[in-house]
């Protein structure tokens, strides 16, 4: 009966988490500093939109692809998850071509992307149906998730599965082997610390940094999903507007400040994120009106756990204990996740293999 510790209770804690409570063999523990419920700034997962825009590159796109299925199905048939359909437009400004937001999400852009097949009602826009300065378009049927909703969700399977949650805060990967609910040693850990990966004794990981996103959650209905490829405010920021599963509000977006810890909202940041939202989409409010029509419920920031690789999903042997680590998911992290924390679920059914231990 392996013991498991999955430290981090954000989507790829719980994700992973999940999948590893499936194996009834598996004892499953997670321990966390923040979980579902809780808003802090060193805690991502609450804040993103979230829903499914891939960016990867086609030679990197193993974790969206392997992804979408499963929040499709969800979408589909499990109401209770907090995930709906909606409809994705993604204009394009050539101008925006090679600066340092586009070039993360070239694919995003593209007219004849690789996911074009993977997502429903994928399309080219004409030219007359997009808002004055986009150049092309581009759009598809996607998810938006409501995170008040899913990450309670994912707790509530995992409960469901056995496994036992509980509050607790390490300073180093190592501590967390103590934690396991038998009151044994843990015989693998996963970490799923996110952007405390840069901070977590063990770990280190100065290549994860903040990508800081600003944020206003309104009341009011777009109808559909809006992203563009940059703004005229500056480099870092940009525009896109999601609204949530049931009832869940509006997400309008955003920043994406490389470097950025500032826990708190920027006021004229978001009267030009909210400025930008109205151009976008002038459905958002009544006729005539400006941003004065938008019905705020809340100002928000949310880290992005950047890392410069790309994702993290590597075992290491550290002081004694198997590591799994499934961290560094920048802006992605919802929509690789259950194809990441496959990954990493691989990675504990390897070292825990009778000939990893020869
Ligand atoms: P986190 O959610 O940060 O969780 C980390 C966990 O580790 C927490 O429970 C924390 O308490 C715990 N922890 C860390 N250190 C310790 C320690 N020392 N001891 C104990 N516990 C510890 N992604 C998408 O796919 N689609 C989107 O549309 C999208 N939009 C976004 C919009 C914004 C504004 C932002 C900020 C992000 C967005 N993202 C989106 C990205 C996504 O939110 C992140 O990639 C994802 O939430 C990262 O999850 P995580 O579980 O790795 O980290």
Redesign the pocket.
Known sequence: MPNIVV????????TTALLLSKNSSYKVTI?????PGDYDI????P???????PFSTKEGSRWEKGTWPELARLAKDVPEAGIHFQEALIYNRNKDAGGPVTDWFNDLLSTNPWFKDLVPNFRVLPKSSMPAGADSGTAFTSVCINTAIYLPYLVSQCLANGVVLKR????HISEAAMFHHSGKKADVIVN?????ASK?GGVMDTTVIPAR???VVVRNTPGSMFTISGTDDGEDEVCYI?QRAAGGGT?L??TYQKGNWESQPDPNTAVRIMKRAVEICPELVEKGQGIEGLSVIRHGV????LRKDGVRIEKEKIEGTWVVH??G?????????YACSQGAMDLVDEVLSPKANL
Do not use: D
Not at 31 to 35: L, P
Not at 42 to 45: D, L, N
Not at 329 to 337: C, D, E, F, K, L
């Open positions: 430290v981090g209770a954000g989507v790829s804690g719980l321990i966390a500093r923040h979980m060193e805690y991502t997962s804040w993103a939109g979230a829903n499914f825009l607790a805060v390490i300073s799923c610390t996110g952007l405390l977590l996103g600003q944020i999601m997400i977006g955003g949310g880290l992005r756990p499934n961290y998911h920048g802006g992605y992290g919802y929509q690789t996740s």
